[in-house]
């Protein structure tokens, strides 16, 4: 299934008083990276569509184990591969790599989701996005680095 990967600098701000990674930060790039890879399909997961409703995929649940410490500068890579399509939900598995080393990885499970004044739902995820999420075609987004392996 589909596959993302992009560069990113850990920085200062990023960092605890010893310029290690504040572990945080892996939980936030997982959802930013999520809606880069979905924003490079072409596909605003948050927009609000023609009949009013906020899209969104709200995440359900994930499992983290670190590995090793990500350090001030480094360059480190985001690979995101979508590991599980249902019909209302998805998983995704993430890991971060300096350079070979995996720093750390994750798990995690989002719905394919719409809500509005009386509240959010889960709805089966469309019938083009999920053809978009079985591509095994290279993604790329003109807003982030691609890593140079």
Not at 17 to 39: D, K
Not at 41 to 49: A, K, L
Not at 131 to 144: N, Q
């Amino acid at each position: 299934m589909r596959e993302f990967r992009y560069e990113r600098l850990l920085q200062w701000s990023e960092c605890d008083p010893a310029g290690i990674i504040f572990f945080p930060h892996y939980a936030r790039w997982m959802v930013e990276g999520v809606n880069l890879m979905f924003l490079a399909m072409g596909i605003d997961p948050n927009e609000v569509t023609a009949s009013g409703m906020q899209r969104g995929l709200p995440s359900t649940g994930f499992n983290m184990q670190f590995l090793a410490p990500a350090k001030l500068h480094d360059r480190l890579v985001h690979e995101i591969v979508v590991s599980r399509l249902g019909t209302k939900s998805l998983s995704f598995k993430h890991r971060f790599l300096r350079r070979e080393e995996c720093l750390a990885e994750a798990e995690e499970v989002r719905v394919w989701a719409e809500s509005n004044a009386s509240g959010l739902r889960a709805i089966a995820v469309p019938e083009p996005v999920r053809a978009l999420l079985k591509s095994t075609e290279p993604l790329t987004h003109p807003l982030v680095r691609s890593p140079s392996y």
